[in-house]
């Protein structure tokens, strides 16, 4: 998808797959607006070193939040979540569910995190520089190793394990990624 000033985001997103937060605006735009369709719950707990704000354009979803004064929203079209820097949080699609993610034009560092579903504890969590690694990259990364190791979705406290991640509804992000490695540098 290229990007440009204007477009209709509803049509341009039923290219996109779960959780592509494909970035629409011109490059040197800031803040920068990030685009995804999302079907099924987020396959981890996001986190951005810099505010983000989340805006339901279509359906309806639950976003989730640790370590925060409120624990989730209910989000209908035209709602908007503001989700502090360093805060976990997940978005789980009522149904079929277009948002918006606003975040800085640099966002520095991002983190992926897994939590026991018996007790809480954090289970696994990759970081990555945003300016060396583009977010699509790091979740199909961080995913993958996740995946790949049983010791990583296993709880020490509980003893819970994880399930593995279905990874089919995010076979877009290696492509995703590699388009943004490929465009030209802005200032």
């Not at 993958?144 to 003893?159: H, W």
């Amino acid at each position: 998808m290229k990007r440009r000033r204007m477009l209709h985001a509803l049509k341009a997103a039923q290219e996109l797959g779960d959780y592509a937060e494909m970035p629409i605006l011109p490059a040197d735009v800031d803040p920068q607006a990030h685009l995804s369709r999302n079907t099924v719950m987020q396959p981890f707990w996001l986190i951005c070193s810099k505010d983000t704000v989340l805006v339901q354009m279509s359906g309806t979803a639950v976003v989730h939040l640790k370590d925060s004064s409120v624990n989730r929203f209910s989000t209908e079209i035209g709602d908007h979540v503001y989700i502090p820097a360093g805060t976990p949080h997940r978005i789980v699609p009522r149904e079929e569910s277009v948002q918006l993610r606003y975040k800085a034009r640099r966002p520095d560092l991002e983190a992926v995190a897994w939590y026991c579903t018996g007790c809480d504890r954090e289970l696994h969590r990759v970081d990555w520089d945003t300016a060396e690694t583009v977010a699509q990259q790091g979740y199909y990364d961080a995913c993958a190793e996740f995946n790949a190791n049983e010791a990583l979705r296993s709880c020490a406290g509980c003893g819970t394990t994880y399930p593995r991640i279905d990874m089919t509804p995010f076979s877009g992000w290696p492509e995703i990624a590699k388009q943004l490695r490929d465009e030209p540098a802005t200032a």
